[in-house]
Nanobody
Framework: QVQLVESGGGLVQAGGSLRLSCAAS????????MNWYRQAPGKQRTWVAR???????NYADSVKGRFTIARDNAKSTMYLQMNNLKPEDTAVYYC???????????WGQGTQVTVSG
């Protein structure tokens, strides 16, 4: 089992920055890669960014150039640095851990990000 706990959300003005954290515990060695997703009010959850075990990263077009995903293996923590935030970035952000090609997934409880315009 893996437990994921997000933190770092909050209220920020447009153009501002926030850094989200996702602390992992338990059988973290089983995780193949990790993602950030977000869910805006009344909308479906959408993928934001991915970091593979190799360190390779991928981003949704909507955040490319503004968000950076990273991890600290020693701390078993993943981060999402969000710069130049826009009101449309307002959502609950979730971290996600994938095991064995999506045979199992783990989710955090989410952290609210609100960007005022």
């Amino acid at each position: 089992q893996v437990q994921l706990v997000e933190s770092g959300g909050g209220l920020v003005q447009a153009g501002g920055s926030l850094r989200l954290s996702c602390a992992a515990s338990g059988s973290t060695f089983s995780i193949d890669h990790m993602n950030w997703y977000r869910q805006a009010p009344g909308k479906q959850r959408t993928w934001v960014a991915r970091i593979l075990r190799s360190g390779t990263t991928n981003y949704a077009d909507s955040v490319k150039g503004r968000f950076t995903i990273a991890r600290d293996n020693a701390k078993s923590t993943m981060y999402l640095q969000m710069n130049n935030l826009k009101p449309e970035d307002t959502a609950v952000y979730y971290c996600n851990g994938v095991v064995n090609n999506y045979s199992k997934q783990y989710w955090g409880q989410g952290t609210q990000v609100t960007v005022s315009g």
